[in-house]
T-cell receptor, first 112, second 114 residues
Framework: DVKVTQSSRYLVKRTGEKVFLECVQD?????MFWYRQDPGLGLRLIYF???????EKGDIPEGYSVSREKKERFSLILESASTNQTSMYLC???????????FGPGTRLTVL | DQQVKQNSPSLSVQEGRISILNCDYT??????FLWYKKYPAEGPTFLISISSIKDKNEDGRFTVFLNKSAKHLSLHIVPSQPGDSAVYFC?????????????FGKGTRLHILP
């Protein structure tokens, strides 16, 4: 059974903290993605990666960075968390040239 | 500029009736379309897809229709069941380019009424 796992389901952090969100997939997929979901705004792409050590900016990369040191793992980093980064964060992976994207369960992050 | 538009933020349908969710797109280069379903506190899950060479794809209670000339697709759920209450995302991509992202709409929240 295919699986994308995220390190935390719920996370509460304080403004200014550095936050790490981890995502691991066991499908040997080349492509991995980070989205945030907010009411009325749908799924917005933050960053994506097509291969190890490769990263591309999505639609809303400001305030975020990513790391992909291993094929199965894609990390999202909030260098200095702010309240407007309170959101549901979703990781996804996809095999190259495939049309179906598999999502993790999401991390609901609250920044106080 | 939104390339994939779901103009209805929410929709309420009586249990047992047909649910029709609509989606419009602007990029004529899109050649593959998908629908995802999302429950609260869970990640989206793939529901059904259609290639641009087809105009209909059916899977059980779910049917997706594609009208390329109108750049419009719709998801039909018949009959609607309580478990269908969720947010539905329409998505599209260009399959020729490996670097192309899947573009998602903003979603439509479907409420199935008892």
């Amino acid at each position: 059974d295919v699986k994308v796992t995220q390190s935390s389901r719920y996370l509460v952090k304080r403004t200014g903290e550095k936050v790490f969100l981890e995502c691991v997939q066991d499908m040997d997929h080349e492509n991995m993605f980070w989205y945030r979901q907010d009411p009325g705004l749908g799924l917005r792409l933050i960053y994506f990666s097509y291969d190890v050590k490769m990263k591309e900016k999505g639609d809303i990369p400001e305030g975020y960075s990513v790391s992909r040191e291993k094929k199965e793992r894609f990390s999202l980093i909030l260098e200095s968390a702010s309240t407007n980064q309170t959101s549901m964060y979703l990781c996804a992976s996809r095999q190259e040239r495939s049309n179906e994207q598999f999502f993790g369960p999401g991390t609901r992050l609250t920044v106080l | 500029d939104q390339q994939v538009k779901q103009n209805s933020p929410s929709l309420s349908v009586q249990e047992g009736r047909i649910s029709i969710l609509n989606c419009d797109y602007t990029n004529s280069m899109f050649d593959y379309f998908l629908w995802y379903k999302k429950y609260p506190a869970e990640g989206p899950t793939f529901l059904i897809s259609i290639s641009s060479i087809k105009d209909k794809n059916e899977d059980g209670r779910f049917t997706v229709f594609l009208n390329k000339s109108a750049k419009h697709l719709s998801l039909h759920i018949v009959p609607s069941q309580p478990g269908d209450s969720a947010v539905y995302f329409c998505a599209a991509r260009r399959t020729m380019n490996r670097d192309d992202k899947i573009i998602f709409g903003k979603g439509t929240r479907l409420h199935i009424l008892p």
